[in-house]
């Protein structure tokens, strides 16, 4: 059993501090994507998990007891980086094995193991190269497989998939899932793909300058954003953010135009009060154009200033209040610039947020 | 088209011409210097040159050793011994030194440490012979002139900024993450050193080994200053040993030269093959 606890785990450079206090539980075998923009501290909280980092203050615990004081080698971790870091003057086979060979395991054990991760990495082949002579994906595959080999609690990630190009990120994506099916464990993954996240996570962990903003499912996140921050990171295209006043019983627009204010969300908020109306695009869509029906609905006529067919819906760039919003139209027909069209807005989909906190009002 | 070709082509041939020159004027002292060395004193000076020795015998090389009828009575085989010795040690120790320091560098923040890597650079911009006094003073004081240990200290004095510098500049090419991915595969520091690292940096600590030998083996200066008996007297400072108050031993001389190159030759065959950069290639990215 391998569940990771993060209590209170602070991070200082020097002076600076950088991770600000993070609290975390991390199940037996579960997925776990931290995300977050470049910079807010991913990958600095997944080198103190790893041991890479000394720990400034709080505790990390693997297992059941806690590593603060321990070196990477007894964390019983493996960790994919970035930059792959694969051995250069080592065979595949070699990479492959190393770990083991460190742990003075004798040569069958070595052999069987090698070959079982790579028949389930797909690298049989490819076992008396040298990275040198790998292409992107393989060596990615290799590094993958260096981590399986030795069985361990925990796999780290760290932006794993960032130097492939876009098609073989989406391949590899998926066979990293695949293989968290096939190989239970314990992950942490980072990455700063919202994308990558949603897919692969079973809880995300969203990350904003060296604090946790939100940690929940996929579709907790992306359905319930506790605050601008996660509804503008979280979710493409991001969603429409427009600032509002509550006046009575309406969301009242800089431009004087005003939507009632969602039913579900009316004892949150209170006359007068400054809010951002968050709006995904899946939910602004030309009338007889949705996904979903709303049972919760109200009408803006707006002027489409540019269209982006994607085939099974289009984008349509329009304004509201003098803010681009972006809405969808599924089952698309031709759009031409200027054209005015009746868009339906799911209003119980629609979020408000405090303007001076960015939180939700759902969660204040 | 046909032009430029044609520009082409003459651009070649004068890159070809050129390099040629360069070639020649790099080699033929060193040439002149090896045929020397198989023809008697008396042809060295004859007009016009002689180029090719018209009887080339090995004269010169027996009379160094003390054969043959006209004996030079210089201790060749103290003084390789010196050199030997002394080059060899002092470059193991630069070595040793230089990867520490070029690993600290390369790998560790720490205080100052802008400042201490200039400072070494900058103590390589003083000519060493403007050193020769002030350690001539001191080591008459200490005792070691005319002492092995003495020259060994100077020579990894003289060589450790620059093996600092070239291992930190291989270390640092090495991705940090290497030496990391082999801690979180079962290593301690240590191991993931000698395992992963140094196997890496291996080329460039050899190039600095070579370099170091080399400036060890060669140095004339300091050591014509800080030697006087066959205790520490090294091949260079022997080469003196073939003027006399009106004669110069030119042949025998060269001969001599010929016998100090031949180790440099032969150890710097011998590390070639290690020299072989751009292994990190294919650790990292796509
Ligand atoms: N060795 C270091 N010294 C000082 N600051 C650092 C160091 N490493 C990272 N940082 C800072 O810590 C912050 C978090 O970095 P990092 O964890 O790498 O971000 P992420 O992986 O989310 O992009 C950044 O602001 C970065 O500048
Ligand atoms: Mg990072």
């Known amino acids: ?364 | 088209m046909m032009n430029g070709k044609l520009r082409k082509q003459i651009g070649a041939i004068a890159t070809w011409v050129l390099t040629f020159i360069l070639m020649v004027i790099i080699c033929v002292p060193g040439l002149w210097v090896v045929l020397t060395a198989f023809r008697p004193n008396g042809e060295v000076l004859a007009k016009p040159p002689v180029w090719i020795p018209e009887n080339p015998s090995l004269n010169n090389f027996a009379k160094i050793f003390g054969f043959g009828a006209d004996q030079v009575a210089i201790p060749v085989p103290a003084y390789f011994a010196n050199s030997l010795i002394i080059a060899l040690t002092s470059t193991a120790i630069a070595l040793l030194i230089g990867m520490s320091g070029g690993y600290a560098f390369a790998r560790y923040r720490f205080r100052f440490k802008n400042g201490l890597f200039l400072g070494l650079m900058l103590s390589r911009t003083v000519p060493g012979i403007a050193l020769s006094l002030p350690i001539f003073m001191i080591w008459s004081r200490i005792g070691l002139i005319d002492a092995k240990l003495g020259l060994i200290i100077v020579y990894v004095a003289l060589n450790v900024p620059f093996t600092i510098w070239l291992i930190d500049g291989f270390f640092r090419q090495i991705p940090k993450e290497m030496s990391e991915a082999a801690q979180v595969d079962g290593c301690t520091r240590w191991q993931a050193f000698w395992k992963i690292e140094f196997p890496l940096a291996k080329s460039g600590i050899a190039s600095a080994g070579i370099f170091a030998f080399l400036t060890s083996w060669n140095e004339y200066a300091l050591a014509s200053n800080l030697t006087r008996s066959t205790d520490s007297k090294t091949l260079p400072v022997g080469l003196m040993d073939f003027t006399a108050q009106f004669t110069i031993d030119w042949a025998g001389m060269s001969a001599m030269a010929v016998i100090i190159i031949i180790p440099a030759l032969i150890l710097t065959f011998l590390v070639q093959k290690h020299l072989i950069a751009g292994l990190t290639f294919g650790g990292v990215k796509g």
């Open chain 1, 1 to 364: 059993m391998a569940e990771i606890t993060l209590n209170n785990v602070i991070k200082r450079y020097g002076k600076v501090e950088v991770v600000h206090g993070i609290d975390l539980d991390i199940a037996h075998n579960e997925f776990v994507v931290l995300v977050g923009p470049s910079g807010c501290g991913k990958s600095t909280t997944l080198r103190m998990i790893a041991g890479l980092e000394d720990i400034s203050d709080g505790t990390v615990s693997i297992g059941p007891g806690v590593v603060n004081d321990l070196p990477p080698r007894k964390r019983n971790i493996s960790m994919v980086f970035q930059n792959y870091a694969l051995y250069p003057h080592m065979s595949v086979r070699e990479n492959l094995g190393f770990g083991l060979k460190i742990a003075k395991q004798d040569e069958a054990t070595i052999t069987a193991r090698v070959n079982e991760a790579a028949d389930i990495l797909g690298l049989d082949e490819l076992l008396e190269r040298t990275p040198a002579e790998l292409s992107g994906g393989q060596r990615q595959r290799v590094a993958m497989g260096r981590a399986i080999v030795r069985h361990p609690e925990a796999f780290l990630f760290d932006e794993p998939l960032s130097n492939l190009d876009a098609k073989l990120r989406v391949q590899m994506r998926t066979e990293i899932k695949k293989l968290h099916q096939k190989v239970k464990t314990t992950v942490v993954y980072v990455t700063h793909d919202q994308v990558e996240a949603m897919t692969l996570a079973d809880r995300i962990v969203v990350m904003k300058d060296g604090h946790i903003e939100q940690v929940g499912t996929p579709m907790e996140v992306f359905n319930h954003p506790v605050n601008t921050f996660v509804a503008s990171f979280i979710g493409s295209p991001p969603m429409n953010l427009l600032p509002a006043t509550i006046r009575g019983t309406e969301v009242v627009f800089t431009d004087g135009k005003s939507l009632p204010v969602p039913t579900r969300l009316a004892d949150r908020v209170r006359d007068g009060q400054e809010v951002i109306f968050g709006l995904r695009p899946d939910d602004l869509t030309p009338v007889g154009h949705g996904i979903a029906e709303s049972g919760d609905s109200a009408r803006l006529t707006l002027d489409v200033v540019l269209s982006e067919p994607l085939g099974t819906e289009t984008i349509l760039y329009t304004s509201i209040a003098g803010l681009e919003a972006q809405g969808k139209m599924f089952g698309p027909r031709d759009v031409t610039p200027g054209e005015t069209l009746e868009f339906d807005i799911a209003m119980d989909r629609a979020h408000l947020f405090d303007a001076a906190t960015g939180n939700s009002v759902r969660s204040d």
